[in-house]
């Protein structure tokens, strides 16, 4: 086995990139489907509630879509009374 590399040395060469609160929800077109970024910070804590309420730890993949079906309904929501970002 080769030799242990600091964490972020490993993230950086892996290009690894994290969410801020400014990027966008939504992801780019990818061959699941799927449309929201679970890992954005805005969401996670509402991905992680909606797993505790329907009592699992990973989420199919029609859960996944009922999920990202509330959140799209929840934004176009937001949008159409004013809400910005």
Avoid: W
């Avoid at 509330?70 to 176009?76: A, E, N, Q, T, V």
């Amino acid at each position: 086995m080769g030799k242990k590399i600091p964490f972020e040395v490993a993230e950086r060469l892996a290009a690894v990139h994290h969410n801020s609160e400014n990027d966008p929800i939504f992801m780019d077109a990818n061959k699941y489907g799927y449309k929201v970024k679970i890992n954005h910070p805005k969401i996670r804590p509402i991905y992680e509630r909606y797993k505790r309420k329907i009592g699992c730890q990973i989420l199919s993949d029609r859960e996944r879509l009922e999920f990202e079906a509330f959140i799209i309904r929840k934004y176009i929501e937001y949008k159409s009374k004013g809400g910005t970002k």
